[in-house]
């Protein structure tokens, strides 16, 4: 992902919007270019303080630390998208073991039978 794509998706991620296939590039351009970091930043910060959202979760706080408040929205993503990719990777072992044993069973009949 380049600068001005991620540039382009700033409102789609922090209305929680972006498509799942390039949040995982979002998220590593967002940790590897700082002049989009603070971008991203100060888009979070507006959004934040226009959606109201922010003063009720840190209700009582003497210091609103949004930088704070990002990352840990950056780290709650990134766990989401590693979540996704256990699951596929359950998925895809639990069908591949499936498959094997049904191969391995088919051809143990076919032997069974013809041998
Ligand atoms: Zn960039």
Known sequence: MNCSEFNSNIKSFND??????????YINHYKSCSQCREELEIYYLIHKVFDGDFEQ???????????????NDI?????????EYKQKFLFSLAFWTGNVTAIITAM????????
């Not at 929680?16 to 590039?25: N, P, Q, T, V």
């Not at 979760?57 to 990352?71: A, C, P």
């Not at 780290?75 to 979540?83: R, V």
């Not at 143990?108 to 041998?115: A, G, Q, S, V, W």
């Open 16 to 25: 929680g919007s972006i498509d799942d296939d390039i949040l995982e590039e």
């Open 57 to 71: 979760e840190n209700k009582g706080m003497q210091d609103l630390n949004l930088k704070l408040s990002l990352e």
């Open 75 to 83: 780290k709650s993503k990134e766990d989401m998208i590693y979540k």
């Open 108 to 115: 143990y009949f076919i032997f069974y039978i013809f041998l």
